[in-house]
Antibody, heavy 117, light 111 residues
Framework: QVQLVQSGAEVKRPGASVTVSCKGS????????MHWVRQAPGQGPEWMGI????????TSAQKFQDRLTMTRDTSTSTVYMELRSLRYEDTAVYYC??????????WGRGTTVTVSS | QSALTQPASVSGSPGQSITISCTGS?????????VSWYQQHPGKAPKLMIY???YRPSGTSNRFSGSKSGNTAALTISGLQAEDEADYYC???????????FGTGTKVTVL
């Protein structure tokens, strides 16, 4: 079955960087774009960006353009999301979600990132 | 890009029908037939329930249906069941500073 397995929870200091991984299985990895979405405590989801695993090209929400980097490793069917210069308000659950045609059709379980001094 | 507007809460008795609205603008909901709905139980990841306004992915009950008129989309749950109690979020494609915008979320309570 289609599955997205994300890396474990992280605790970071303000100003640090965090990298979250997402490994896809059960489907042809390079065929489907991958979204990154985050959800702060008690808030709705927020779209961050998308990566094409085939070519590696990315598009980010304007809000994250200077702090967000998305990459992929096709040999391991894994995409990565790096967020830099972390702030307290970046505390959230970060999800990867497969693109099924302008829709997020399969989601990972999420990775909790806590920014705390 | 502001979040799409949803009612904070909607409730209904088992077997009843409820409708959740999702209001945006001509830059998102009104401009594209790319509205999706997600169900989220506490501590879980969102789950796709409706896509492209009114299409159900395989596995989604036919008790869930979607519609759109102008800048407002809607999700209707008929024959409400206890398992439907969850948070629901709409989402739309947009080109205003981001590619996708989500709604503020609606908590559905089954009385």
């Amino acid at each position: 079955q289609v599955q997205l397995v994300q890396s474990g929870a992280e605790v970071k200091r303000p100003g640090a960087s965090v990298t979250v991984s997402c490994k896809g299985s059960g489907y042809k990895f390079i065929t489907y774009y991958m979204h990154w979405v985050r959800q702060a405590p008690g808030q709705g989801p927020e779209w961050m960006g998308i990566i094409n695993p085939r070519g590696g090209n990315t598009t980010s929400a304007q809000k994250f353009q200077d702090r967000l980097t998305m990459t992929r490793d096709t040999s391991t069917s894994t995409v990565y999301m790096e967020l830099r210069s972390l702030r307290y308000e970046d505390t959230a659950v970060y999800y990867c979600a497969r693109d099924g045609g302008a829709v997020m059709d399969v989601w990972g379980r999420g990775t909790t990132v806590t920014v705390s001094s | 890009q502001s979040a799409l507007t949803q009612p904070a809460s909607v409730s209904g008795s088992p077997g009843q029908s409820i409708t959740i609205s999702c209001t945006g603008s001509s830059s998102d909901v009104g401009g594209y037939n790319l509205v999706s709905w997600y169900q989220q139980h506490p501590g879980k990841a969102p789950k796709l329930m409706i896509y492209d306004v009114n299409y159900r992915p395989s596995g989604t009950s036919n008790r869930f249906s979607g519609s759109k008129s102008g800048n407002t989309a809607a999700l209707t749950i008929s024959g409400l069941q206890a398992e439907d109690e969850a948070d629901y979020y709409c989402s739309s494609y947009t080109t205003n500073r981001t590619l996708y915008v989500f709604g503020t979320g609606t908590k559905v309570t089954v009385l």
